[in-house]
């Protein structure tokens, strides 16, 4: 699977800009379609200087993505959702995209027309694709250079193999990992992640194999830790299903330090 159209969602925080930026590299890398979809938790306020402001940044986008060769389209509110929540709106544009890109709410998340705190969270149980939240905080100019896979079996980390297929591909680094509480499971994950490096080995995929037993701290902070520790750059999980994301999904997308790839 290829990505044709990447849907970026913008919006009036100040990470929005680095956000268009990230997703018109990844567009312009995989000669993809750019969708911008510009949303707040208050849309019916689109007037006066809210609408001067959303008109600069669309003519900003738009002068950007000429710039680099990309196809680009603005995608506008629709008049009979305005008064829907904003997850309800961007998981209906997510339907027709292959990969979504969304901010990690910051300090001033759930105050409208900030973002809701648990906005990442919806889109990832509610539009059945692959979400990239990045992280408020930190300078990430291309993702998916060095890329871990938390697997957990299951199908949201099966789906979120597929997804991230695409980056994986092109990535220079990609590590399977796992954590086991005991020798039995260990051995068990693995039997797994040899098998999923095999499957990915027949993508293009060469991928390390790594299982740790874990004890005296959680499976969120061991994890991070990985990622510090490998220098990653992409963090690829499986976001549970729904009605509710599992607990170390939740950590991850509230403490995340990289850009973390969901799928559910």
Known sequence: MAY???LVHLDQTDRSSERFDLALDLAERRQARLSAFYSTSMPYLFQGQEKELRDQVQADCAARAQQAGVDFVWIPEIRSMAHQPLAARLSFQA????LILVGQPGPEAGAPPAPPRDLPEKIILTSGRPILTIPFAGNFQRVGTRVMLAWRSGRASARAVSDALPLMVEAEAVYLLSFASDSSE?????VTLKKLADFLALHGVTAEVEVRLISGIGLGDALLNRVAEEGIDLLVAGGALP???APMASQLLKQMTVPVLMSS
């Open 4 to 6: 044709r159209n990447i």
């Open 95 to 98: 339907f027709f995209a292959d």
């Open 186 to 190: 260990r051995e068990q994950s693995e």
């Open 243 to 245: 009605p509710a994301p």
